[in-house]
């Protein structure tokens, strides 16, 4: 058994499933850091509603129990998503990750798992909820581009945010260039909202995250080394700045 699954080793961790639906980068993301010993979550299942989905691969390699759940074999939407509770009780699952995972979830099963699902989206939510976001971005002018982690509510892309980071959008980038730039700073995100919520460092009251009493939201977030804040365009430069150029 990998350092991931090995709950033995570092007792009181949360029991993570993660929901893909293709390759799973994200996934493999939490993964490498739930391989830590003092990371306060494994990564115990990995569950795909698509069979060929290469991220069930990824974590079978990674010695990550499996399953892929089709949703097409199923008759409807809850039948799916009884069989999926089913699956990630199995396995003793205490918190949902979804990682790329396409199917939008019922009120049931959201409510049945109430501030127990978290979702990484790629951008600065409220702002471009859905698909196609960046190239939503780009046609909006946006000029800071993002990605964040959120506990899931039964509205899309809506629920308390964890954490987010931010990047610039640079002049000709494309969605996809754009997409990969955002990509580099969801793979260091996730883990590290993953380990404040499963850690208890952080609690959800109502649609809101409070964090504990005199913690530095932004002093934490600069852990990444991606999220450093972002001002675009730029200030203009101070009067003694100004004097300190000149004299150059």
Request: charged share 15%; proline share 6%; hydrophobic share 50%.
């Amino acid at each position: 058994m990998t350092a991931a699954g090995a709950s033995e080793e570092a007792p009181g961790r949360k029991r993570v499933g993660v929901l893909i639906s293709g390759r799973g980068s994200n996934m493999e993301a939490l993964v490498r850091a739930a391989a830590a010993p003092d990371y306060p979550a494994e990564i115990v299942c990995v569950i795909s509603n698509r069979p060929d989905a290469a991220g069930l691969r990824t974590a079978q390699a990674a010695g990550i129990a499996t399953n892929a759940l089709d949703h097409k074999a199923f008759a409807t939407r809850p039948a799916f998503e009884e069989a999926l509770t089913h699956a990630l009780q199995d396995h003793g699952v205490e918190l949902i990750a979804l990682a790329g995972f396409m199917r939008l979830m019922t009120p049931a099963f959201v409510q049945r798992w109430h501030d127990q699902i978290i979702n990484i989206h790629p951008s600065l939510l409220p702002a471009f909820k859905g698909l196609h976001v960046h190239q939503r971005m780009l046609d909006a002018g946006v000029m800071l581009a993002g990605c964040t982690v959120h506990v899931v509510r039964a509205a899309m892309d809506t629920g308390p945010i964890i954490a987010q980071g931010a990047v610039p959008v640079e002049a000709g980038d494309d969605a996809a260039t754009l997409a990969a730039r955002v990509l580099k700073v969801e793979h260091q995100l996730y883990p590290h909202a993953l380990a404040l919520y499963a850690s208890g460092a952080l609690r959800v009251e109502g649609d809101q995250i409070v964090w504990p009493q005199g913690a530095d939201k932004v002093g934490d977030a600069a852990t990444l080394d991606a999220a450093t804040m972002l001002i675009a365009p730029p200030l203009p430069a101070s009067p003694l700045e100004q004097r300190a150029q000149s004299a150059i």
